[in-house]
C-alpha cells in the first residue's frame, strides 16, 4: 500500500494539495526540527532544536558532537517513522575560490514502506557562515 503525505509548505494544486511520498514527508519533517529553535512553538516548547544557540559561535569538536547529538535526540523523539537514526556534522566547501564553507549534517536511518525496510540518508544544510573564521 503506497501511502500519500502533503507537501510542506501546503500548496493547492488542480483543486488538491500537492503530495509526497513517505521518504519525502521524513525528509520535511526532519527538516523542519532542526530549522525550527526549541521553544519558539507555544503549544510544544521541546520542538526543535538547541543548534540554533551556535549559530555564530566558532565550532570546535566538542560543538559538533554537541549539535549532532541535539539533532539525533530531537529526530529519535518526534520522527517516529525513522528507526536507528545516525548524525553526522561535517564542513563541506561551497565555493573554493571564496573560500566559503556551510556546515551539513547527514542524517541516516531505517525506516518502513510497504512491509519493505528501507534506508533513509538525506544531507540537510545547517548554516553558512557569515564571516571568515566560522566552522
Given at each position: 500500500m503506497n501511502q500519500?503525505?502533503?507537501?510542506?509548505?501546503?500548496?493547492?494544486?488542480?483543486?488538491?494539495?500537492?503530495?509526497?511520498?513517505?521518504?519525502?514527508?521524513?525528509?520535511?519533517?526532519?527538516a523542519l526540527i532542526i530549522a525550527s529553535r526549541m521553544g519558539s512553538l507555544p503549544f510544544d516548547p521541546a520542538f526543535g532544536c538547541h543548534i540554533w544557540d551556535a549559530?555564530?559561535?566558532?565550532?570546535?569538536?566538542?560543538?559538533?558532537?554537541?549539535?549532532?547529538?541535539?539533532?539525533?535526540?530531537?529526530?529519535?523523539?518526534?520522527?517516529?517513522?525513522?528507526?536507528n537514526v545516525s548524525v553526522d556534522v561535517r564542513k563541506s566547501i561551497v565555493d573554493r575560490?571564496?573560500?566559503?564553507?556551510?556546515?551539513?549534517?547527514?542524517?541516516?536511518g531505517e525506516f518502513i514502506e510497504d512491509g519493505e525496510k528501507r534506508r533513509f540518508s538525506e544531507d540537510y544544510f545547517l548554516w553558512q557562515p557569515r564571516r571568515e573564521g566560522l566552522i
Open positions: 500519500e503525505y502533503l507537501r510542506v509548505p501546503l500548496t493547492l494544486a488542480k483543486g488538491s494539495l500537492s503530495k509526497i511520498s513517505l521518504r519525502e514527508s521524513i525528509y520535511q519533517f526532519i549559530e555564530y559561535t566558532y565550532l570546535s569538536a566538542k560543538d559538533k558532537g554537541d549539535i549532532r547529538s541535539n539533532i539525533r535526540e530531537a529526530i529519535n523523539s518526534y520522527e517516529g517513522r525513522l528507526r575560490r571564496k573560500n566559503k564553507a556551510c556546515l551539513v549534517a547527514t542524517v541516516k
